[in-house]
Structures are given as structure tokens and as C-alpha cells.
Nanobody
Framework: QVQLVESGGGLVQSGGSLRLSCAASGFIFRRYGMSWYRQAPGKERELVARITSGGSINYADSVKGRFTISRDNAKNTVYLQMDSLKPEDTAVYYC???????????WGQGTQVTVSA
């Protein structure tokens, strides 16, 4: 069955770095767009970064220049390198896989990122 398993979250001080990983299985990873979303308490879930099957990337304005998304199709894994973290980056981060021709979306269970001031 489809699985998206996030890891790498935790507690870090402002200005620090974390690297999130999302290991995928159960679908043809290289054909899917992969994204990271986040949801802070009391707020809606928002797109952080997306990388298409062809490698095109887009970022939310709030993370441009600080976060880097990448994918390794050989390992069926997508990463989110987060640098210069700020307290406002505190949220649960979710991995998402999408195959737009069939309107398919899969979600991971989320990993908590907490940035202390």
C-alpha cells in the first residue's frame, strides 16, 4: 500500500537547521510531484515547496532563500533542507505526493518542527 513516512523533525533554536526526509513506497515515485506542506496551530495547511517529476521547483515566498527541496528517485525519497529557521516556521510538516493527470494525492502522517526563539 502507499506510504509516505516523514522523519527529521525536532526542536531547534532560531537560526538553526533541520533536514526533513520523506520515504515513499507503494507507487511509482518518479512520476509524482512531491511537496512539503506545513500547518501551524490555528492556521490552515500551506504549501512550503514543490518539486515536479521533471525537477521544476517552486517555494512559498516565506521560505525562499532558506529552504531547499530535492528528490532522489533512486531512493524514492524527497528532502527539505531548512536553514536559518525562525520561530514562525514552527508547524507540523507534511509530505505530499501528487499525480495531477489522475487527481491523486497521498499524504504522510506529519513531523513536528519547533523553532525556539
Amino acid at each position: 500500500q502507499v506510504q509516505l513516512v516523514e522523519s527529521g523533525g525536532g526542536l531547534v533554536q532560531s537560526g538553526g537547521s533541520l533536514r526533513l526526509s520523506c520515504a515513499a513506497s507503494g507507487f511509482i515515485f518518479r512520476r509524482y510531484g512531491m511537496s512539503w506542506y506545513r500547518q501551524a496551530p490555528g492556521k490552515e495547511r500551506e504549501l512550503v515547496a514543490r518539486i515536479t517529476s521533471g525537477g521544476s521547483i517552486n517555494y512559498a515566498d516565506s521560505v525562499k532563500g532558506r529552504f531547499t527541496i530535492s528528490r532522489d528517485n533512486a531512493k524514492n525519497t524527497v528532502y527539505l533542507q531548512m536553514d536559518s529557521l525562525k520561530p514562525e516556521d514552527t508547524a507540523v510538516y507534511y509530505c505530499n505526493a501528487d499525480y495531477r493527470p489522475a487527481s491523486v494525492h497521498y499524504w504522510g502522517q506529519g513531523t513536528q518542527v519547533t523553532v525556539s526563539a
